[in-house]
Each structure stands twice: as structure tokens, then as C-alpha cells.
């Protein structure tokens, strides 16, 4: 649960004007003013990370033990086999701007290594 608390926050910071908003904005052709906040844009995102930190515990759980090193080499392994590369379909086949993609398959790998961190040092 503090893994999804901290990763709904460091999204919070990625995509405001105090980190990568100006070029979230750009990339999705909408200004500040045209974004909603709605209750769907607050608890999916919160959804999400939960069931993400979830089965990445579970995954962890698989091996019999594992040190913080384990948990970050894991973290960098399924970012990169399964976030970085199916995300990258999108800007091949439905001409999704690279700097969107840039921008958030960056923050996932951000948010999974603390993620990583939280549950490594947890266990």
C-alpha cells in the first residue's frame, strides 16, 4: 500500500508544471486548461499501482530469496521486457508521439524502481 501511495505522488509530480508537465502538455496537444480532474483520473491511477505493486510482491514471492539488488534487477528486467516494449507498439503503429512515450514509460520506470525499493527493503 505504500508503494501505491508514493507512486500516485511521483506521478502527481511527473506530469505537473514542477517536473515534465509543460512537455506532457505538449505532447498530448492540450493546454492546463483543458485537462479534468475526475474522481475515474484520481482512483485508476490508484487502482493501477495497487495491482502493480501487488504481483510485483507476488513475483518476488517466486524467488526463494532475494536481497534490494534482486529487487531492483527484477524491477529493470519486467520495465524493460514488458512496459518499455509494448508500449513502444503505440508509437509505431498508432503514430503515438515518442516524447509522450518517452515521458511515460520514463515514470514507470521511476515509480517501479522506488516501488522496488519499498518492497525490497519491507521484506
Not at 502527481?12 to 517536473?19: A, E, F, P
Not at 485508476?44 to 534487477?73: Q, T
Request: charged share 10%.
Amino acid at each position: 500500500m505504500v508503494a501505491t501511495i508514493i507512486q500516485f505522488f511521483i506521478g502527481y509530480l511527473w506530469y505537473s508544471k514542477i517536473l515534465f508537465g509543460k512537455y506532457f502538455l505538449k505532447a498530448i496537444g492540450k493546454s492546463e486548461d483543458e485537462l479534468e480532474m475526475t474522481p475515474v483520473n484520481i482512483i485508476g491511477p490508484i487502482l493501477i499501482a495497487f495491482v502493480e505493486f501487488l504481483l510485483y510482491a507476488l513475483l518476488l514471492d517466486l524467488f526463494v530469496s532475494f536481497d534490494l539488488s534482486m529487487s531492483f534487477l527484477i524491477s529493470i528486467i519486467a520495465w524493460a521486457g514488458f512496459i518499455a516494449t509494448t508500449n513502444l507498439y503505440a508509437v509505431f503503429f498508432e503514430e503515438r508521439n515518442l516524447t509522450l512515450y518517452l515521458l511515460n514509460v520514463g515514470y514507470q520506470l521511476v515509480g517501479l524502481l522506488i516501488g522496488a525499493l519499498i518492497i525490497g527493503l519491507w521484506k
